[in-house]
């Protein structure tokens, strides 16, 4: 290793991603850009705390992107997969075709020879499926219509890395020229024809579908039963190696066997037993791939021939751009989810490094042809969270909100009582509650496409985002009294909620919380009425686990009751003292202990038959014990 062993070298990228990530973080940057920056600075370019062993390391380190796409697949059910199923092929399926063809016509006329520009074209057509899932999954986009494209567009282009595998030896220059050349591992197909390279790799693939759907389920059946968890996660790793190894030896991508794998296991009993294991080395291992790919940018390449490879890089996102943005055009898509989309697949992807290095021995391409070209991929793929904070900060308050907000103008200078922030699954229960007892609500959401989708089954949504203060003037916040604050985004709701006490001090705030955390923020920044959206459901749940173990109904729900009234003071307690760690827990202990004698109390002292007379349900289970009536369960005569 460069300047120490194994344990040097550990050391060194763990302590860039401890410094750098979360540096990245503050500053809104995100953590796949962190961990980027943390490769570049330690690589050979910059501190050279790394050297070429760097090479070795990405290897390694792919295994994380290998990881992710089993976890991938295995979120892929059946049923979501049918959902996209237009995205998917159709908006998936002309992003690589158009791009291909694009790209190829452009490697041609700049002199290469056609089956060579063909490949070169197919291998940047596709994007970086690890830095776009972690990025859009950090900025909690995945949900949104933009996000689901480019999942469905990423899906696409890792099926399409099968094709792509078994045809490039079939664009070889020569069937066999420089397969299994010194320094690169034998394989099982090794001296081929083109052909039947071609028959054993399907045959790979079909055999981990059959293996998948008629053997798995049994052995890990065996491997749970000895109720060991440290085995059943040796099982999960062994699965994921074992496919990875196999897909080597077939010559294709380990990452696209362990896809088609968790994909077959999708519908296992034991899909989520699998995630749980594999997702902390997924995680770790990503983050490791990120600050490979850092290191690996070849500075000295690009030193040497800046222009060519500044000219490739802009010729590169700027073509996948303007594919991706006349393509979500095409589909649907709003002016800012479309944005969305084509800024975030604007680059290289993952699978380039392995795709030019197979096109390469297979004498598809050259070395001299490759090496500017992996440059550029890296390049483009650094450049992803960059391309997003540009569409986020610059392009999305410009061309996203203005183009919707100006169409619905006329309507939204009503003023109503209330004006509900965000209209999903949280806010259009409180819209519609409000609705059903005759109270009107001005409706605003930043999600264009739901907006529109929310106007057809005839509900008055409108677009923009509620952190303005001019759309909160234009949306009646002058003459309302209450405005709900429902969500999705933390960060979000906080800006929002500064604004209003700044330009609206007299709206009374009723903040949704996704937990404790987030309602410390809102009480600190003032909001009075606070509401965890889990506290309610899991309330629920305890009253009526209470009642099935045989406690009554009034008791579990007066000690719901207590519990809420008590837990939450207890919040606005700590809400000042959470940053003293110490004082945090003693109070928190000391809540604790107060609430279970102050129940207990309650369960010694309260006299039942003074809340009896409404238990009508326990009443009813009583009689039936007795015989005098039917109990839950039975028909009544």
């Given at each position: 290793?460069?300047?120490?062993?194994?344990?040097?070298?550990?050391?060194?990228?763990?302590?860039?991603?401890?410094i750098?990530?979360?540096?990245?973080?503050?500053?809104?940057?995100?953590?796949?850009l962190?961990?980027?920056l943390?490769?570049?600075?330690?690589?050979?370019?910059a501190?050279?705390?790394?050297?070429?062993?760097?090479?070795?390391?990405?290897?390694?380190?792919?295994?994380?992107?290998?990881?992710?796409?089993?976890?991938?697949?295995?979120?892929?059910?059946?049923?979501?997969?049918?959902?996209?199923?237009?995205?998917?092929?159709?908006?998936g399926g002309?992003?690589?075709?158009?791009?291909?063809?694009?790209?190829?016509?452009?490697?041609?006329?700049v002199?290469?020879e056609?089956r060579?520009?063909?490949?070169?074209?197919?291998?940047l057509?596709?994007?970086?499926?690890?830095?776009?899932?972690?990025?859009?999954?950090?900025?909690?986009?995945?949900?949104?219509?933009?996000?689901?494209?480019?999942?469905?567009?990423l899906?696409?282009?890792d099926?399409?890395?099968?094709?792509?595998?078994?045809?490039?030896?079939?664009?070889?220059?020569?069937?066999?020229?420089?397969?299994?050349?010194?320094?690169?591992?034998?394989?099982?197909?090794d001296?081929?024809p083109?052909?039947?390279?071609?028959?054993?790799?399907?045959?790979?693939?079909?055999?981990?579908?059959?293996?998948g759907?008629?053997?798995?389920?049994?052995?890990?059946?065996?491997?749970?039963?000895?109720?060991?968890?440290?085995?059943?996660?040796?099982?999960?790793?062994?699965?994921?190696?074992g496919?990875?190894?196999?897909?080597?030896?077939?010559?294709?991508?380990?990452?696209?066997?362990?896809?088609?794998?968790?994909?077959?296991?999708?519908?296992?009993?034991?899909?989520?037993?699998?995630?749980?294991?594999?997702e902390?080395?997924?995680?770790?291992?990503?983050?490791?791939?990120?600050?490979?790919?850092?290191?690996?940018i070849d500075?000295a390449?690009?030193?040497?021939?800046?222009?060519?490879?500044?000219?490739?890089?802009?010729?590169?996102?700027?073509?996948?751009?303007?594919?991706?943005?006349?393509?979500?055009?095409?589909?649907?898509?709003?002016?800012d989810?479309?944005l969305?989309?084509?800024?975030?697949?604007?680059?290289?992807?993952?699978?380039?490094?392995?795709?030019?290095?197979?096109?390469?021995?297979?004498s598809?391409?050259?070395?001299?042809?490759?090496?500017?070209?992996?440059?550029?991929?890296a390049?483009?793929?650094?450049?992803?969270?960059?391309?997003?904070?540009?569409?986020?900060?610059?392009?999305?308050?410009?061309?996203?909100?203005?183009?919707?907000?100006?169409?619905?103008?006329?309507?939204?200078?009503?003023?109503?009582?209330?004006?509900?922030?965000?209209?999903?699954?949280?806010?259009?229960?409180?819209?519609?509650?409000?609705?059903?007892?005759?109270?009107?609500?001005t409706?605003?959401?930043?999600?264009?496409?739901?907006?529109?989708?929310?106007?057809?089954?005839?509900?008055?949504?409108?677009?923009?985002d509620?952190?303005?203060?001019?759309?909160?003037?234009?949306?009646?916040?002058?003459?309302?009294?209450?405005?709900?604050?429902?969500l999705?985004?933390?960060?979000?709701?906080?800006?929002?909620?500064?604004?209003?006490r700044?330009?609206f001090?007299?709206?009374t705030i009723?903040?949704r919380?996704?937990?404790?955390?987030?309602?410390?923020?809102?009480?600190?920044?003032?909001?009075?009425?606070?509401?965890?959206?889990t506290?309610?459901?899991?309330?629920?749940?305890?009253?009526?686990?209470?009642?099935?173990i045989?406690?009554?109904?009034?008791?579990?729900?007066?000690?719901?009751?207590?519990?809420?009234?008590?837990?939450?003071?207890?919040?606005?307690?700590l809400?000042?003292m959470?940053?003293?760690?110490?004082?945090?827990?003693?109070?928190?202990k000391?809540?604790?202990?107060?609430?279970?004698?102050?129940?207990?109390?309650?369960?010694?002292?309260?006299?039942?038959?003074?809340?009896?007379?409404?238990d009508?349900?326990?009443?009813?289970?009583?009689?039936?014990?007795?015989?005098?009536?039917?109990?839950?369960?039975?028909?009544?005569?």
């Amino acid at each position: 290793m460069h300047g120490g062993g194994f344990f040097y070298q550990a050391f060194v990228y763990l302590a860039a991603a401890v410094i750098a990530v979360p540096v990245a973080k503050r500053l809104g940057l995100g953590s796949v850009l962190g961990y980027l920056l943390a490769g570049i600075a330690i690589g050979p370019f910059a501190l050279g705390l790394i050297g070429e062993e760097g090479k070795d390391v990405m290897q390694f380190a792919e295994f994380g992107v290998v990881m992710m796409l089993f976890l991938i697949g295995l979120e892929l059910e059946p049923s979501r997969v049918w959902r996209l199923r237009g995205p998917i092929l159709g908006l998936g399926g002309l992003q690589v075709t158009v791009t291909t063809a694009l790209l190829t016509g452009s490697a041609m006329l700049v002199g290469l020879e056609w089956r060579s520009a063909l490949a070169v074209g197919m291998i940047l057509s596709l994007s970086s499926t690890a830095i776009v899932l972690q990025t859009l999954n950090e900025k909690g986009l995945m949900g949104t219509a933009g996000g689901q494209s480019s999942f469905s567009v990423l899906l696409f282009q890792d099926l399409a890395v099968i094709p792509m595998l078994a045809l490039l030896p079939l664009l070889a220059m020569e069937s066999t020229a420089h397969i299994g050349d010194a320094g690169h591992a034998a394989t099982w197909v090794d001296g081929l024809p083109a052909i039947l390279r071609t028959a054993v790799v399907i045959g790979a693939v079909a055999a981990i579908v059959v293996g998948g759907r008629f053997l798995l389920s049994p052995a890990f059946r065996l491997v749970a039963g000895t109720r060991l968890r440290e085995l059943f996660t040796a099982a999960a790793l062994l699965l994921v190696i074992g496919i990875a190894l196999l897909m080597a030896q077939v010559g294709l991508s380990p990452a696209l066997g362990t896809f088609v794998a968790g994909v077959v296991l999708a519908n296992s009993e034991y899909r989520h037993e699998l995630e749980s294991d594999v997702e902390p080395f997924k995680g770790l291992l990503l983050g490791l791939f990120f600050i490979a790919v850092g290191a690996s940018i070849d500075f000295a390449l690009i030193a040497a021939r800046p222009v060519m490879i500044a000219g490739l890089v802009a010729g590169l996102v700027v073509v996948k751009l303007v594919v991706l943005f006349l393509l979500g055009r095409v589909f649907g898509l709003g002016w800012d989810q479309n944005l969305l989309l084509a800024f975030g697949l604007a680059q290289g992807g993952e699978f380039a490094f392995v795709l030019f290095s197979f096109a390469t021995q297979n004498s598809v391409l050259t070395t001299g042809t490759t090496a500017p070209l992996i440059a550029v991929v890296a390049v483009t793929m650094a450049l992803t969270p960059l391309l997003l904070l540009v569409n986020e900060r610059v392009l999305q308050p410009r061309f996203g909100t203005t183009e919707r907000q100006a169409r619905p103008a006329d309507e939204i200078d009503e003023a109503n009582p209330v004006i509900i922030a965000g209209f999903g699954r949280f806010g259009s229960i409180v819209g519609r509650l409000l609705s059903a007892n005759g109270v009107r609500a001005t409706v605003l959401d930043i999600d264009s496409d739901q907006v529109d989708v929310l106007r057809r089954l005839g509900l008055r949504v409108f677009y923009g985002d509620a952190s303005r203060h001019d759309l909160l003037h234009a949306a009646g916040a002058q003459q309302a009294k209450l405005l709900v604050l429902a969500l999705d985004d933390p960060e979000r709701t906080l800006d929002l909620v500064r604004t209003v006490r700044r330009h609206f001090p007299h709206l009374t705030i009723l903040a949704r919380a996704h937990g404790r955390r987030d309602a410390y923020d809102l009480i600190d920044a003032g909001v009075d009425h606070v509401y965890r959206e889990t506290l309610d459901t899991s309330l629920r749940i305890g009253v009526d686990a209470l009642r099935i173990i045989g406690v009554r109904a009034y008791r579990a729900v007066r000690s719901a009751r207590t519990f809420l009234r008590h837990d939450e003071a207890a919040v606005r307690d700590l809400a000042g003292m959470r940053h003293d760690r110490r004082s945090y827990i003693n109070v928190a202990k000391q809540r604790i202990r107060d609430l279970e004698e102050l129940l207990l109390s309650d369960l010694r002292d309260r006299d039942d038959s003074v809340d009896a007379g409404w238990d009508t349900e326990s009443l009813r289970e009583d009689l039936g014990r007795d015989g005098s009536a039917p109990g839950r369960g039975e028909t009544r005569r």
